[in-house]
Structures are given as C-alpha cells and as structure tokens.
C-alpha cells in the first residue's frame, strides 16, 4: 500500500474568495499527485513529502514559499521542518530569501549535525548549500498586510482573529516499505512580529514522526506549540488509528480553544484528518485513489 496525505492549511473560510478555494483545492490535489509519484516510482515516504511541500511552496495561494504571508514590517520569514519516523529531523526558522525553505531544511537534516537553524544563520547556510537569492514577496499578500494594517485585523486583537488566515502546508506518506515521513512549511500568521517562530519549525509542535505514525499540524502555532499536538497525536496512535487519534487531539485542542488542523498517517497506513477551524484545503491519495475536500 502507498499513501500520501497533503493540507494547504486552515482557518477562516472568509479569507478566500471562492475562485481562491477553488485554486487551493487543485493546488493540494496537485501536491498530492506529485509526491505519490515519487511513491509509485519505488521513492521513499520523505522524498514523497519533501516534494509534496516543494509544490505547495510554488503556489501563491499558499502561505508558504512564495506567497508566504509578511511580518507587521512587509518583509517574508518562512518555516518548515521535516521528519522520519526513525527519528531524523530538520528545520529552519525565520528564514527569508530562498524560494523552498523545506529544501533547506532538508539539508539541515542530512548536512549537519543540528536540528534548527534560524535567521540570518540559516540564510547564510542556505547560500553555502547553494540556494540561491529569492524574493517570495507578492502583491497579493502586500495587499492583505495592508488592509490588516488599515482595519487591525491582527491576532494581538482576539475580538478581530476570527478574520485571520493560518497557512501551514503539510504532507505525510507512507512508503512501500512501511514508513513514514512529514514534512512542513509555512509564512506565519500575516502582521506577527519580526523573529516571530511558529510551530512549523518546532519538533512535536508542527510536526513529530515516530514509530507509531506521523502527523502535521497547521493553524495558530503559539497554541500548537503549547501543546504539543503533533506529538500527542502521534502518541496517541500508540493504541488508537490515525483518524481516532487525530479527533481525539482535536477534542483536547478545542478546550483552550486553538484554531487548527492535523493530517497523519499510522504507522499501518491509515489515514486521518481533521480541523477545528471553519477550512482547511486537503487531499490524499491511497493505492491510486485521489479524494480531497
């Protein structure tokens, strides 16, 4: 059995028109279709995710890579992490200027003997792996910064967060050989602070793989860091399938009231998703069968 589960993050349903919902959805589709052909071809399951979150860091309408979502300040700082089930994992934090950031992070995994790199650190590391300058910047986030900056839609305001976007994009595999992998990246919420990390680059925030499973999570990274929900949920697969872990997660998640979204996968190939937010764009594909929402 192959399978791939992919999400272009979630939140508020008000913060796409429905052209752009319809963009998002064949964008998930189509980073679902890209990483089970690294599947279908013999690739491993973090191959499989890596290019899955490559394709969604291409697409504008995602808040990650470009069209990642800009600081109070106008400028993108980007996170992303990936990690396997044998316990490999790499990340980078407030990252600017590169076009994939889960291609760096990727490499802080494989090419050094850290978990985290961030900021200026992790761009000059980025030009010494050879990736080059980038500018993620679109007009199309310009604006949204600037009508956040006009009406105060920012989440420092909590009566004014239910206007907010949340951007992570995610996948998780398994591969034929009966493993898993995820992989993560992500703009931030759009106004936060200059240096601000959220959970995406986080081990067991945003993303956490082990024995059990593997899972991803996308909404407010401080609440998801709190928690820790992608590793309680992958705990949780100890004894539970991925659907009923991940509702499970979601029910302890909407008692402090944190706006999210998990996708995973258990370590026996079932596949689970949920949300406690109004949207979230997903797909998966399980043995050639595509369904997304």
Known sequence: MLAIIVNGGAGSSKALTPEEQEIARKGVKKAAEAGYLVLGKGGKAIDAVVEAVRVMEDEPIFNAGTGSALTINGEVEMDASLMTMDGHFGAVGAIKDVKNPILVARKVMEETDHLLLVGEGAIKFARHMGFVKHNPITKRQQEKLAKLKEKGESHYFPKLKKYLKYG??????????????????????????????????????????????????????????????????????????????????????????????????????????????????????????????
């Open 168 to 293: 992570t994009v995610g996948a998780v595999a398994f591969d034929k050989n009966q493993t898993v992998a995820v992989a993560n990246s992500s703009g931030g919420i759009r106004g936060k602070l200059p240096g601000r990390v959220g959970d995406s680059a986080i081990l067991g925030a945003g993303t956490f793989a082990s024995l059990f499973g593997a899972v991803t999570a996308t909404g407010h990274g401080e609440w998801i860091m709190k928690l820790l929900l992608s590793k309680i949920t992958v705990d949780l697969m100890k004894t539970y399938n991925a659907q009923t872990a991940i509702e499970l997660a979601l029910k302890e998640a909407k008692k402090y009231g944190c706006l999210c979204g998990i996708i995973g996968i258990d370590v026996k190939g079932n596949i689970g998703f949920g949300k406690t937010t109004e949207y979230m764009a997903w797909a998966y594909l399980r043995d050639g069968a595509l369904i997304s929402f």
